[in-house]
């Protein structure tokens, strides 16, 4: 009888670049967790509309490679730039990296105060 291989065997490697992501992403939820002691697996797969903390987990842990829309909930949730965790995925979003960014202020003629 033949063993099927586990989920996590089949699962493709992280490349080293995706493995950095995830360990920069970990050290800035870890960081901001001591500020707001709130912030949990649970709180931000709950805001990020996933089912469990374990595609959180995934993330942080470099399991699962991040994705655009996940960098974009993480830089928005953890008040930082995509490019502080992932230049590439920042890379991918062009200038619209900035809209994402904590210190994004829309120009006075496009939303008047």
């Not at 912030?39 to 595609?55: I, N, P, R």
């Not at 062009?94 to 120009?107: E, T």
């Amino acid at each position: 009888m033949t063993r099927q291989p586990s989920a996590r065997s089949r699962r493709k490697q992280l490349t080293d670049i995706e493995l950095m992501e995830c360990n920069a992403l970990k050290l800035i939820y870890e960081r901001e967790k001591k500020n707001r002691p709130d912030l949990t697996q649970d709180s931000l797969s709950e805001s990020f509309g996933y089912k469990t903390q374990g595609a959180i987990s995934h993330y942080l842990n470099g399991v699962a490679p991040l994705n655009l829309e996940a960098a974009v909930k993480f830089a928005v949730t953890l008040n930082c730039n995509i490019e502080d965790f992932s230049p590439r995925l920042a890379a991918q979003l062009g200038p619209l990296h900035r809209i994402v960014s904590p210190d994004f202020k829309p120009p006075p003629d496009i939303c008047p105060g």
